[in-house]
């Protein structure tokens, strides 16, 4: 028997509640282990803010979205932080034997940090951009896609009806796999992606296109990531002042859509309107698919524990749940496939 801590970091994510619940239900009723889970991702552990996990505490949670565990974008490693010693102090007062980290590149990687100075780790993949290297997808995803999907539909009827170009901004900061799943899925005119500089000009003639071609209305569906090739628009913000970064040293993105929006409406002259679906893309009910693949990483992750394996991941190749080395998820981003952007590219204008 072990006892196992249990953390949730960065953005919250459809499906997290069902990895710890499978962690929890097979952590116990199988193997005997003891579980634990820290509050507010790496800032728990920091803190000592701990609660029970067991049968009664993970009851009814399979369906909510969030985590009851709490989250944040907490950084051990940042300049003057505690690092490794901070975290294993905390470990060994609460005779934590291995440790279960839920998250993404950031999460991931100070996971990894941790497993080199041998600290014992498995790590969950998570994050709803599906841009982690070392897994087919990830948990969130599904129901990311279906939620901006959902909108995408719905804002096709007040295009239509007002001879509006709409912009629609979905998250993904370094990949398009939400822009391009929920465009090709919502019959967007135009998709822009991280992974693809723009042209506005291109932009506008696919536009004006359409509407010579008897079509009174377009929706463009951009990633927040999405940048322009003379970097004239991008969701930066760099345009207003100083760029805000997080713990982990990154861009708060947002509001490429209102650039986009007025420039479309300058160029064309065609009544423009944007929607920033933001963070209603995290929340809410996890689809179906969701809830089995964090039921399956949780499961593979606890056996992991049980088995000794550490320094690795749970990650989905094709339909198997395997383990993967932690370097493989932190290399470098998983991209779009170009193949996909080519489909969606299909029916562009």
């Not at 804002?155 to 901004?169: D, G, K, P, W």
């Not at 969701?235 to 040293?249: I, L, N, S, W, Y």
Request: charged share 20%; aromatic share 6%.
């Amino acid at each position: 028997m072990a006892r196992i801590g249990l953390l949730t970091g960065g953005g919250d994510c459809p499906g997290l509640n069902a990895v710890i619940r499978a962690v929890v239900r097979k952590g116990i009723n199988v193997h005997g282990h003891e579980l634990v889970g820290y509050r507010y991702g790496w800032a728990g552990v920091l803190a000592g803010e701990s609660m029970v996990l067991d049968q009664r505490s993970t009851s009814g949670i399979l369906h909510r979205g969030g985590t009851i565990l709490g989250t944040s974008r907490t950084n051990p490693f940042k300049a003057g932080g505690p690092g490794t010693p901070g975290v294993r102090a905390t470990l060994e007062r609460d005779g934590i034997d291995a440790l279960i980290p839920i998250g993404g590149e950031d999460t991931l990687g100070v996971a990894k940090r941790l497993a080199d100075e041998g600290v014992p780790v498995v790590g969950v993949p998570k994050t709803i951009d599906n841009d982690l290297a070392g897994t087919d997808f990830t948990f969130g995803f599904q129901t990311a896609v279906q939620i901006a999907t959902d909108a995408i539909d719905r804002l096709h009827t007040t295009a239509e009806s007002h001879n509006r170009v709409i912009v629609v901004e979905v998250m993904g900061r370094h990949a398009g796999w939400i822009a391009a799943y929920s465009g090709i899925a919502g019959g967007a005119d135009v998709v822009l992606v991280p992974e693809r500089p723009f042209d506005v000009s291109e932009v506008c003639e696919r536009i004006q296109r359409r509407h010579r071609n008897g079509r009174t209305f377009s929706i463009v569906v951009v990633a927040e990531g999405a940048v322009a090739r003379d970097g004239a628009v991008s969701g930066t913000g760099a345009g207003a002042g100083e760029v805000a970064t997080d713990a982990f040293g990154h861009a708060r993105l947002g509001g490429i859509a209102l650039e986009l929006e007025r420039e479309i409406e300058r160029r064309t002259g065609f009544e423009s309107r944007m929607t920033i679906l933001g963070h209603v893309q995290r929340g809410g009910t996890p689809l179906a698919y969701d809830r089995v693949l964090g039921t399956r990483f949780g499961v593979a992750a606890v056996d992991a524990v049980t088995g000794g394996t550490y320094g690795v991941m749970t990650a989905l190749r094709g339909t198997e749940i395997v383990l993967a080395p932690l370097d493989e998820a932190l290399a470098a981003p998983k991209l779009l496939d170009p193949a996909l952007f080519e489909t969606a590219e299909v029916f562009f204008g």
